[in-house]
């Protein structure tokens, strides 16, 4: 059966080569009982249709155009959509998988995340749409924790992901 990764598990995880999560702000407020928080890197812009067909080979995703912080680190948001990168790379073993949910106070702000499932193997900086519900808008800083990764273990190893966005976000 799979089960949820404790705090102590990721701790673990975390010294491990390569680690779990690496590229992260504040390991002691970020670390959660049930999983760990993102921060934010960067906040972009749709700039062109995107396309998913049956065969990967013609999937084409949207151009992008990042969005610039102000002097103190904040961005003022549009109600909207957008594409956000998070500042940690995550490095997942082939026997763990991840899921993420948007944090409350988002959520309590009329703004939410929407993500795809980390697949066990996965290393990379990942994307996720956010969307500004909130008619009056919505203000970030960067670095801010924006959502939990809850890390499940799965009752045995996989071959891994191998897909296109394999390692991704990595400079």
């Not at 080569?17 to 670390?31: A, F, H, R, T």
């Not at 396309?51 to 084409?60: E, F, G, H, L, T």
């Not at 995550?90 to 763990?96: A, G």
Request: hydrophobic letters at 40%.
């Amino acid at each position: 059966m799979a089960a949820i990764l404790s705090q102590q598990d990721i701790g673990k995880l975390i010294q491990q080569k390569p680690p779990l999560i690496e590229g992260y702000i504040d390991l002691e407020e970020q670390v959660q009982p049930n999983g760990i928080d993102l921060t934010l890197r960067e906040v972009a812009l749709l700039q062109s249709p995107g396309k998913i067909a049956v065969k990967n080979s013609q999937r084409v995703v949207s151009d992008l155009a990042p969005l610039v912080f102000d002097g103190l680190g904040f961005i003022d948001l549009v109600p909207g959509a957008y594409i956000i990168t998070y500042n940690e790379i995550v490095h997942l073993p082939k026997n763990v998988m991840a899921l993420a949910r948007p944090r409350s106070s988002l959520l309590r702000c009329g703004v939410t995340v929407n993500t795809a499932a980390w697949d066990a193997g996965y290393s990379g900086r990942s994307q996720s749409l956010m969307v500004v519900y909130n008619s009056q808008g919505f203000r970030l800083q960067k670095n801010a924790r924006i959502v939990q990764l809850i890390f499940l273990q799965l009752t045995q190893e996989t071959e891994g992901y191998h897909g296109a966005y394999q390692k991704e976000n990595i400079d």
